[in-house]
């Protein structure tokens, strides 16, 4: 039997539909949360090997807010880009993305309803640095939220050595034959170590859950093709190449246990973002949105509310 999600009663009470759109050569899956007309609505992006379930903790606490959570494309099921798997790939279905959802709103029966009043959007890990390649490149919402941040090289973290050994990993995966490199993508052996590693609670039952959510949809990619393009483009690339040119209200939630970002690298990169701040929450690592969703939606909507008495 699966461990109960510990955010289960609270996304229940939130409305859910679930519809699919066409967008950049492929078909997205996108899930649909809260009232249709909240005054601002998040569109979140979800992190490497994931899919929109790991986000939902998140959605959880937001109860008063129309969020718009995609699985990306080539994971869970939503399918492959028509180009390549990576940041620019991305960015720009991101951005046609958000495009789409504002040009369909006159529809009679439109695949996801225009995003109404503010417009933020938020990343998670991965999804960090595609959102903030699409702001670099012109994407405008109101704002925009990192959470656990890829502020600086993969390769450079504090356990640069394990992103060494998962880039092996990775590319013995691309050089087996078709169907055992498919099987060696997907061994279960090696989701429960990411997991065990970057999972910091010492609750027992929390710990279970996640490791459940990580069995269960750290698999969903399409093709080895899409998890190499994006694994390339995952420790390749990072948030502050993109610091610069990304001039909108921003917000990093980061964590003091980052296995991937050490705070030092987080408190760097608001000083290269023109208008952000920084929030570091403490005793979590790369987890945030499993482990502290709470405090997450917290800091969220405080900054938001801070924006808003800015307007």
């Known amino acids: 039997m699966l ?24 078909t997205t899956a996108l899930w649909i949360y809260g009232p249709a007309d909240a005054h601002t609505t998040i569109v979140m992006v979800h992190g490497f090997r994931g899919d929109h379930h790991g986000l939902e903790p998140i959605v959880a606490q937001l109860p008063g807010y129309r969020v718009v959570l995609p699985d990306l494309p080539g994971f869970g099921i939503s399918t492959p880009l028509g180009v390549a798997h990576d940041i620019d790939g991305y960015s720009a279905w991101l951005t046609e993305l958000v495009t789409t959802l504002t040009e369909r709103a006159g529809e009679a029966e439109p695949p996801a309803q225009k995003p109404a009043g503010h417009l933020v959007i938020l990343g998670h890990s991965f999804g960090s640095i595609i959102v903030s390649a699409a702001a670099a490149k ?26 060494r050994l998962a ?40 710990r279970r859950w996640i490791h459940s959510q990580h069995d269960q949809f750290f698999g969903a990619f399409s093709n080895r093709d899409v998890v190499l393009e994006a694994f390339e483009a995952s420790v390749s690339n990072d948030v502050s190449e993109y610091a610069k040119k ?66």
Request: charged fraction near 15%; avoid cysteine; hydrophobic fraction near 50%.
């Open 167 to 206: 880039v092996f990993y990775y590319k013995m995966g691309a050089w087996l034959p078709t169907k055992p490199g498919f099987a060696w993508l997907r061994l279960g052996a090696v989701t429960r170590i990411m997991s065990v590693t970057m999972a910091k609670t010492r609750d027992k039952g929390l």
């Open 246 to 311: 990304n001039t909108l209200p921003t917000l990093l939630v980061a964590a003091d246990r980052d296995d991937i970002t050490p705070v030092a690298a987080q408190e760097r990169l608001v000083t290269l973002l023109p208008n952000a701040e920084l929030v570091v929450l403490p005793g979590v690592g790369h987890l945030v949105h499993y482990e502290r969703p709470a405090e997450a939606a917290a800091a969220i909507e405080a900054f938001l509310k801070k924006q808003e008495a800015l307007r």
């Open 138 to 163: 012109g994407l405008s919402p109101d704002a925009v939220v990192l959470v656990n941040p890829i502020a600086a090289p993969a390769l450079s973290g504090p356990r640069g050595i394990l992103t």
């Open 3 to 26: 461990p109960p999600s510990p955010y289960a009663a609270q996304l229940a009470l939130i409305p859910l539909t679930q519809r699919s759109i066409e967008v950049a050569g492929g």
